[in-house]
């Protein structure tokens, strides 16, 4: 089996913005845009991993809620991502946004110019990579053990990847929602077809999943 | 997380039919009903298990074949879908259609009021087991190790197990075709309404995909 780079479970609006601009500590989504109006389709659903309460849909939602982590064996993510500092570290002890269990439990690549130490929280380490997309791509293969590698995001990380033709496939859930503003996926998903054969599902939540994969 | 008992890319026609009457060793689905038919829909995905090319498409199809054995830790037979033959087992050198390694790859208990030996091939263990749906239930979920329980069919073991109330997700795939007679899995989709939440997805394969899960 190849090994493949795969687009999860990946939010983006209407106008196909997937984050905002000015990324803080207090909003890690930026300004306008809400994560939870992303992101609620797999909230809703059995297998959300931060469920508190025994309910949760199982219908088409809950099959890309519960394909995140599936023979998934890395992740790369932006450096925007994993936190909300900018430019040269200055505080090694906040490790992230997603506390004592991260929710990769693979190793997870950070790409930044600033280096840092790798550290384990749970079932998870953080290696930190000042690499090209083709190259981070080879060490976070090498690392899967076999398996496939999750493209995380943010938005820039996703784009540079695509950019350098390295995706193989690729889920969006579009939210029925606008914001004008912000850092964008794409213009429209049909820029990708050049590529991707592209499959257009819409889910009775009210959400719209995209499929693309290599020609 | 509650081991759940589910039915997995089980395949019928548009008007319900699952299988024929008057099954034979060269006719495993009886009379009339082709398999291919029912199923094409999984075999043009990349995660189908028997392909002998790498191509297969990976959108809404590809989630479904490839959730097949997702946390799914032992299964539930009829006598019919194990074999062909009836009545007691006249033949215990033949050890059912799936070769030397048979895609479930965890314990599989086949129900017939005729025992015989448990029997291992690859990574399946066959148990033979005169039991009531409850019992098989029971007896499955403790060798899942804590895993779910798939109700592998054919038709009238699903039924056995919808009339126990015993299934918690289902997963039927409608296929563009009509067959007029044979083994019938429902009337109408409409008919588990009273007790399951549906959702009806259409493939861009021309397959529909129905979705049901406990309310």
């Given at each position: 089996m190849p090994q493949l780079l795969r687009v999860q479970n990946f939010g983006v609006s209407q106008d196909g913005i997937g984050a905002g601009e000015n990324q803080t500590f207090e909003r890690p989504f930026g300004e306008t845009v809400e994560p939870w109006e992303l992101m609620s389709w797999a909230g809703a659903t059995a297998s959300w991993p931060n469920r508190t309460d025994p309910g949760g849909s199982r219908g088409l939602d809950d099959y890309f809620t519960r394909d995140f982590a599936h023979n998934i064996g890395a992740e790369i993510m932006g450096r925007n991502k994993f936190g909300h500092q900018r430019g040269p570290w200055m505080d090694h002890e906040w490790q992230g946004w997603?506390?004592?269990?991260?929710?990769?439990?693979t190793p997870v690549f950070v790409l930044t110019h600033h280096l840092r130490p790798s550290f384990t929280l749970g079932e998870t380490t953080f290696h930190f990579l000042d690499a090209t997309p083709a190259e981070a791509a080879e060490k976070a293969k090498a690392a899967a053990d076999g398996r496939d590698v999750r493209i995380g995001g943010g938005v820039s990380t996703v784009r540079e990847f695509l950019d350098a033709d390295l995706i193989d496939t690729l889920h969006v859930s579009v939210a029925?929602?606008?914001?004008?503003?912000?850092?964008?996926?794409?213009?429209?998903?049909?820029?990708?077809?050049d590529r991707f054969e592209h499959e257009v599902i819409p889910s009775p939540s009210g959400v719209t999943h995209h499929l693309f994969w290599r020609k």
């Open positions: 997603w506390g004592d269990e991260p929710p990769f439990r029925p929602v606008t914001y004008g503003k912000g850092l964008r996926l794409w213009d429209s998903p049909a820029d990708l077809e």
